[in-house]
């Protein structure tokens, strides 16, 4: 897996992951990362009428977690390093971690600060 304009075979634990998108913390705690229902020209036009113009996805404890990590000062690996600190039975952490941190780059709800 390798992140948008990142280099070829880069690791994403090297990478300072920021937050890209407008967020909001549930009643329960838990992170909903707010995903615009339209985007571009049509977007700018459209969104300001809609009732409800984002998609919220919502995280469960672990990426409510490591999405307050993604403040674009941490590397995945200090994040990895919090998580299993915070997550102390969870095996393979680093990798879910990099997996995790995939998908949020691939939806590019995450970018690279360095």
């Not at 994403?12 to 920021?18: Q, S």
């Not at 977690?65 to 919090?82: M, T, V």
Request: glycine share 8%; charged share 30%; with cysteine.
């Amino acid at each position: 897996m390798t992140p948008p304009r990142g280099k070829p075979g880069q690791d994403l634990l090297e990478l300072r992951p920021a937050t890209a998108r407008k967020w909001e913390r549930g009643e329960d705690g838990l992170v909903r990362i707010l995903v615009p229902r339209f985007t571009g020209l049509l977007g700018r036009w459209i969104m300001p009428r809609l009732k409800k113009p984002y998609l919220p996805i919502r995280l469960d404890e672990t990426g409510s977690f490591i999405w307050e990590k993604c403040n674009g000062a941490l590397s995945g690996r200090e994040i990895a390093r919090d998580l299993e600190k915070r997550f102390p039975t969870m095996e393979n952490a680093d990798q879910r971690l990099a997996q995790f941190l995939g998908m949020l780059f691939a939806q590019a709800h995450v970018v690279n600060t360095e």
